[in-house]
């Protein structure tokens, strides 16, 4: 599927500002240039390792080296994600974690910066678009977000994905159908999700195109030929359908409707419910979307450069020559803003279909929430991802545009002291974005969800288990942790964060936090006996507990630090006493 048709008639001064699109070294340097920006970015934001990276990669390394902490329930839970971890799980096997999430982020990046470049550079039609929309939306994603969603902050399926969308977006802008066909379909293969409303967007903005054309001044090219047409659509559905049938694998069953409803209103509800979003946050997004809407008047009007050459057109090419050029023939410059704004008010759309499917009282009944089972199973698939990203995403490209039109020189106009001094204000304008997008980022940087000060008693404790438990113990850790299974290499009975894809296992996930919830109520007097240890030994099949405020316990630690201790569960006595919460 292409994201846009072709026009063939191009003014003159449309061709010029196209001209430097064709330039590979200009367009090389700008990649590097939005590479380097989202690389330092991440890096500040986000430092290593974010919060989704030991999430991802343990799941690759786990793909390739199934032994490796055999009988953790979010290792061995069905993996939705395969294209990611055979592509990156290998390297686990070779270098260090803290490699593999510097080589993994260098790669991500420079996928999100090549389409990101490719992409700004077909909406702005201007030299450094990318890298000025670059730099404002990174400090927009230093500000704010609505549903949890976010473009650099580390490695992992996500960044791919959107990367990819982007790079089938800026393709299909420049007229490389057959690519961005197989780009737009891998945007699925590494992140089903992101790829998928990504594609519907790409689609939105075509009915856009087609049931709202602008005005045309002359005759429009032919359709993309048919054979074009099914080789396209061919290559999105092999791309797609490597991130499409594993992720069905995870849909469905008889657990479904049980799963839906912890996954959206108790687990993810910060992604998926609209009620638990931030509301200084829904402001924000709000005005974001009201200035984007109300600046577009004066996007859209005529550039005076192009205005003055639009006087003389280019007459329409012969049948033939124009069918020759089709795969290589981008969408004029009206056309491409027009299918953006129909990708956008897509996304904008979804959204609202979200907030109508989730209006409703809390906490959540038959009663009070009708159709409960299909309205919570139409929630888990996000409906609210892309426009998190998108309109984030309009305003930073609107910005750009109207920036240039303020700053950059009229490039048919006659060379002055005015002439002269735009480049370096806008050059200057970009450093002070970039500025305030690396400076901020840095100030509210993401940070892990122990408190500062217990993070170097937490990194102790995990070596500690890294370097003297053997490979067969079985943890359970405090639902206030972080990446025990990246730092200590050891199995989690059940990781709060670590929550299976799959119904099957997110019930079971929830069942072993009620039971540990219930085991600590029932059996906690003064302190749990060495009776009540050897219960949750039974009930549970672990072997360690790593305890933090738990307790006190009727046996001594075989490890302990100023905030941490390791209990190790003594055997049971043989009585079978396992049951369900």
Known sequence: MS???PTATKEIGERAADRPLRLLPSLGLEIVCVWMLFFAYGALHAPPPATGEPHYLSKARHFYDPTWCQGDLFLESTDTHVVLYAAFGWLMLL??????????????????????TLFARGIVRRRGSGLAAGSIHCGLESMVNLSGEWLLDGFEGRVLGYGMLFLAWGLGLHGRRLAAAAALGGAIAMHPVVGSWGALATLGGWLFCRLMPGRSNGAEAPS??????????????LTASAGVVPALRAVGGTDGPRADAIQVFYRLAHHLDPTTFDRHAWWAYAAMLTGWLLCRRWEVA??????????TMKPPPPAAESRR??????????????????????SIVFFGSGVAIAWGPRPVTDENFPLRELRTRLLK????????????????????????????????????????????????????????????????RVRPPIAPWRIAAWRDVCAWVKGNAPRETVFITPQVSWAFKWFAERPEYVSYKDCPQDPAGLVE????????????????????????????????????????????????????????QVIELPPDNGEDTRSEP
């Open 302 to 311: 005529p550039h005076p450069s192009a205005a003055t050459s639009s006087a």
């Open 509 to 564: 996930w929830n069942r072993r936090l009620l039971l540990l919830d219930r085991w600590a109520t029932d059996e906690f007097h003064d302190g749990f006996s060495v009776d009540a240890l050897r219960k949750l030994r039974r009930l549970t099949g672990a072997t360690h507990v790593l305890a933090r405020d738990l307790g006190p316990f009727a046996v001594e630690p075989i490890y302990r630090n100023e905030v941490y």
């Open 381 to 444: 698939f996000y409906p609210f991802r892309l426009a998190d990203m998108l309109i984030p995403t309009a305003v930073a490209l609107t910005a750009t545009t109207l920036g240039f039109r303020l700053l950059a020189s009229e490039r048919h106009g006659p060379a002055s002291e005015e002439h002269q001094r735009h480049p370096p204000l806008l050059a200057a304008a970009v450093g002070v974005t970039i500025a305030f997008a690396l400076g901020n980022g840095w100030v509210q």
């Open 224 to 237: 993309l030929p048919f054979g074009q047409r099914m080789a396209s659509a061919a290559l999105f559905l």
């Open 95 to 116: 270098v260090s974690p803290e490699a593999t999430i510097w080589i993994g982020r260098g790669i991500s990046t420079l996928l999100v910066a090549s389409g990101w």
């Open 3 to 5: 994201p846009l048709e």
């Open 325 to 346: 050029g089709t795969e290589s023939e981008g969408p004029s410059p009206g056309t491409a803003r027009r299918w953006w704004l129909g990708c956008v008010l897509s």
